[in-house]
């Protein structure tokens, strides 16, 4: 078992290497007739694409997405759809110093534990540039979904600066290339990451995931949860450290009737007061917005150096030149809205296939 494939009917395998000639996907369980070409795919690349602002990694990738097959005269055909982008501004000899050393943080260590090798130029797979794939894959699903189900993603916080949810402006998100919904925190945001970044070090950041539209009832008790999909499939992003949904880690401080979601009936049909289950409940959608956030940690790729040892057991200090982001978690908003796509259109298939064409109650 290599486990480079996720999801159930709607799955999706990723292939490559950060400095490897090229990356790239295979999507199968797409249905047929889905319109779809490479210009329902590129702009959510676009989106993710490094070398944007001073605040990422400077590599110039222009994340080209080729589709090879699957598709005919514009629509998928059900067969496995295959994409793939050319690796084009690899520079592996930045990682020359760290062939035999361990970066801490990292998962260097881990992988050559585990297969006795690792691809030490740019990290291999464990590199954030495998992610690109996945916001290919999560365009793909957001036509299976059509315009039924929207999904936004935002940073809502950078290291120990959170943004103020009085003040979250959704529409300012793609205005801005932190993906800030929050126009007070974001010049604090600037400045704190200019500072992070003149140091040669990095930080961590929060990520929110909102998806609306999404019908009840998908999902399946115990095993085949929704939020649980969902938590595996945030928590699989490179450098993702913590995943909750709705009031996550919160709840715990919350009362029975703090945490409860009210009911009442409104025009014949079910309407809840608030939120904090993130619209799942007993792993099944409820009608609401599904809400989830995930913690990614800092960079570990940094000038600072950082005691460590080698391959060969000797103690050193690892720095780590190339060009890296001081805060990966600014383009992971992106993956994280793919992945949801990608979950909710495994559900919503898994779902027809379960009940057939019986529509769910729509609350």
């Known amino acids: 078992m290599s486990y480079n494939t996720f999801g159930h009917l709607f799955r999706v395998t990723t292939w490559g290497e950060s400095h490897g000639p090229a990356i790239g996907c295979v999507i199968d369980g797409c249905p047929p007739r889905v319109p779809l070409d490479v210009a329902d795919i590129q702009p959510w690349l676009d989106r993710r694409r490094p070398g944007q602002s001073k605040f990422t990694t400077q590599r110039q990738e222009a994340d080209q997405v080729e589709i090879l097959s699957g598709v005919f005269e514009g629509r998928t055909t059900g067969t496995p759809i295959s994409l793939i982008i050319r690796n084009t501004d690899q520079r592996s000899r930045d990682y020359g110093d ?3 050393r361990y970066r801490p943080g990292h998962a260097d260590v881990a992988y050559d534990m585990k ?8 990290g291999g797979r464990s590199s954030a540039r495998e992610t690109a794939m996945r916001v290919a894959a ?18 809502v916080q950078v290291g120990p600066h959170a943004v103020d949810r009085a003040r979250m402006d959704w529409e300012m998100v793609n205005d801005n290339p932190l ?6 925190i974001l010049p604090v945001w600037e400045e704190y990451l200019a500072d992070i970044r003149k140091k040669g070090s990095s930080i961590g950041a929060v990520i929110e995931v909102v998806a609306q539209g999404v019908p009840p009832g998908l999902g ?4 085949g949860k929704l939020d649980s999909d969902l938590a595996m499939a945030l928590m699989s992003i490179n450098a993702v450290k913590g995943v909750e ?9 919350l009362t029975g009737e703090e945490n409860a979601d009210p009911m009442r009936m409104e025009n014949g049909q079910i309407r809840f007061a608030s939120n904090h289950a993130g619209g799942v409940l007993g792993g099944i959608s409820t009608g609401q917005p599904v809400v989830a956030r995930f913690a990614v940690k800092p ?4 000038l600072t150096p950082v005691p460590s040892v080698t391959r060969e057991g000797e103690n050193v200090d690892v720095m780590t030149r190339g060009r890296h982001d001081p805060c990966v978690g600014i383009r992971a908003v992106p993956v994280g809205e793919a992945m949801m796509a990608c979950v909710l259109a495994d559900h919503l298939l898994r ?3 379960q009940v057939g064409n019986r529509e769910p109650v729509i609350l």
């Not at 297969?115 to 740019?122: A, K």
């Not at 949904?245 to 401080?253: K, L, N, T, V």
């Not at 960079?299 to 940094?302: D, V, Y």
């Open 179 to 184: 993906f800030c919904p929050d126009p007070t």
């Open 138 to 155: 999560g365009a793909v699903a957001r036509k299976v979904l059509g315009d039924m189900i929207s999904i936004r993603g935002a940073l």
């Open 351 to 353: 779902h027809r296939g």
């Open 98 to 100: 760290i062939a035999t």
């Open 115 to 122: 297969y006795g090798i690792r691809d030490y130029r740019g």
């Open 220 to 223: 399946a008790p115990i095993y």
């Open 299 to 302: 960079t570990s790729s940094i």
């Open 245 to 253: 949904i709705g009031e996550g880690f919160a709840s715990a401080c």
